[in-house]
Nanobody
Framework: QVQLVESGGGLVQPGGSLRLSCAGFGFTFTGCTMKWYRQAPGLERELVASITSGGRTINYSDSVKGRFTISRDNAKNTVYLQMNSLKSEDTAVYYC????????????WGRGTQVIVSS
């Protein structure tokens, strides 16, 4: 079964850190660009970070640049999002996405993991 499973969300105080993980199953993980999105209540889904299949190209949104780090371990079919210096505005549901170039349905989505930044 093709799926992405996120973990690592939770409640953290402002200034704290969390590491999100996303494990892929049932597809060729190494061929995918992996992305993290987030969606806060009442707002559109926002692309936070992306990493190409070999990890050579990494991009971040301006809102998280310098605080978040995306990485991947292709041997474990897993992508990570290390989030430091968290702010209340980082509160959102975080979704993992796998983009498979050339596939009939190129996008695979996880169900999301909730991150709440609050004192």
């Amino acid at each position: 079964q093709v799926q992405l499973v996120e973990s690592g969300g939770g409640l953290v105080q402002p200034g704290g850190s969390l590491r999100l993980s996303c494990a892929g199953f049932g597809f060729t993980f190494t061929g995918c660009t992996m992305k993290w999105y987030r969606q806060a209540p009442g707002l559109e889904r926002e692309l936070v970070a992306s990493i190409t299949s070999g990890g050579r190209t990494i991009n971040y949104s301006d809102s998280v640049k310098g605080r978040f780090t995306i990485s991947r371990d292709n041997a474990k079919n897993t992508v990570y999002l290390q989030m430091n210096s968290l702010k209340s505005e980082d509160t959102a549901v975080y979704y993992c996405n796998a983009f498979r170039p050339g596939a009939y349905s190129p996008d695979i989505w996880g169900r999301g993991t909730q991150v709440i930044v609050s004192s």
